[in-house]
């Protein structure tokens, strides 16, 4: 079982790489937050769909980050 509460994509990308390895996992805690921090998974209600150019992890949003870290 992989499981998260509330967690940006950053948070849980470890564990869907892993996700093919467990019998139930409930990844879906970025899809709550108003403004995921990054790109690159996307959510639905079925499924959890991965970009290509996620290797090495989903891509940070510039715009967030400037808004919330460099303060």
Same mark, same amino acid.
């Given at each position: 079982m992989l499981g998260c509460m509330v967690? $940006? $994509?950053v948070g849980i990308a470890q564990s869907l790489y892993m996700s093919s390895k467990a019998d139930y996992f409930d &990844?879906?805690?970025p899809a709550i937050l108003e403004n995921d921090i990054a790109t690159g998974?996307?959510?639905t209600n079925e499924s959890i769909e991965v970009d290509r150019e996620i290797i090495g992890?989903?891509?940070i949003k510039r715009? &967030?980050?400037e808004k919330y870290i460099t303060k």
């Amino acid at each position: 079982m992989l499981g998260c509460m509330v967690s $940006s $994509s950053v948070g849980i990308a470890q564990s869907l790489y892993m996700s093919s390895k467990a019998d139930y996992f409930d &990844l879906d805690g970025p899809a709550i937050l108003e403004n995921d921090i990054a790109t690159g998974i996307r959510y639905t209600n079925e499924s959890i769909e991965v970009d290509r150019e996620i290797i090495g992890g989903p891509k940070i949003k510039r715009e &967030l980050f400037e808004k919330y870290i460099t303060k």
